[in-house]
């Protein structure tokens, strides 16, 4: 286990093996995971937490709602807000025509820990 961190990440998935599977993982490397099953429960956190250093969301959500759809006014609340988005259809996060789209990092699924790992540690560094 590495240093803990007072780093805090809202984690937004709607698969609960991939949510509980990347929590447990994120909580071993020493961030505070926020966990979120839709877009219901992110928007919720994103109005009752007054710090979050990272989003990390799955774009297909529920609802017809994409993690772009949660990005964009969570940096409008926190434009310090480091963004992840992770989908096994990362073409249609570019295609969403978004900025944040543009120049947030894409993890394709499936994608190795370390990757994820290593993704965050760069963002969260600068």
């Given at each position: 286990?590495?240093?803990?961190?007072?780093?805090?990440?809202?984690?937004?998935?709607?698969?609960?093996?991939?949510?509980?599977?990347?929590?447990?993982?994120?909580?071993?490397?020493?961030?505070?995971v926020?966990?979120?099953?839709?877009?219901?429960?992110?928007?919720?956190?994103?109005?009752?937490?007054?710090?979050?250093?990272?989003?990390?969301?799955?774009?297909?959500?529920?609802?017809?709602?994409?993690?772009?759809?949660?990005?964009?006014?969570?940096?409008?609340?926190?434009?310090?807000?480091?963004?992840?988005?992770?989908?096994?259809?990362?073409?249609?996060?570019?295609?969403?025509?978004?900025?944040?789209?543009?120049?947030?990092?894409?993890?394709?699924?499936p994608?190795?820990?370390?990757?994820?790992?290593?993704?965050?540690q760069?963002?969260?560094?600068?």
């Amino acid at each position: 286990m590495n240093q803990p961190s007072t780093k805090i990440v809202l984690l937004v998935e709607d698969e609960p093996h991939v949510l509980a599977l990347l929590s447990d993982y994120l909580v071993g490397e020493g961030y505070r995971v926020l966990e979120a099953s839709n877009a219901a429960e992110a928007f919720e956190i994103l109005a009752s937490k007054p710090q979050l250093d990272l989003l990390v969301s799955d774009f297909r959500l529920p609802g017809n709602i994409s993690g772009v759809m949660i990005a964009e006014p969570a940096l409008k609340l926190r434009p310090d807000l480091k963004v992840i988005f992770i989908s096994g259809y990362p073409i249609e996060i570019y295609e969403s025509g978004s900025a944040i789209a543009r120049s947030a990092p894409v993890l394709a699924k499936p994608f190795a820990l370390d990757t994820l790992r290593g993704q965050i540690q760069e963002l969260l560094a600068s």
